[in-house]
């Protein structure tokens, strides 16, 4: 997995996550094992040297939720980043009931309030599956 790798954009799609959650670590890892090559291009954010305004970001937006870079040069982020990143995996028949009418609005909300609290759950989930406490290195939890 490239850390900050800085590439324009091509055929891949960027997926700007936090390498400091373990959750996101986790799910980048999942979405590179099911994507074809050259799909899916994962950026660290929390990597030394990355630098949000290269890609046209902000780096405070970054940290907040999800962004994505499509191929085309369109950005999405929450949810729709979320949707973006399955689809280049592959696994756009998993993300299509989330962007149903009847659905759209709950799954937004409930990513909504997974990115507020990732680093706090993160670390409480390696506290559960590692039998150890390990703090996050942002939040302390």
Known sequence: MECCGVKPPGRATLVFYDGECPLCRVEVRRLLRRAP????????ISAPGFDARQFGLDAGECRRQLHVLRPDGVV???????????RAAGLGWLAAPTAWAPLRGLFDRLYAVFARHRLRWG?????????????????GS
Do not use: Y
Request: glycine share 8%; aromatic share 2%; charged share 30%.
């Open 37 to 44: 090559p050259g799909r899916l291009d994962p950026v660290d």
């Open 76 to 86: 999405l982020r929450g949810m729709e980043a979320v949707r973006a990143a399955w």
């Open 123 to 139: 670390a409480a989930v390696l506290r559960l599956t590692r039998g150890r406490a390990t703090a996050c290195a942002r939040c």
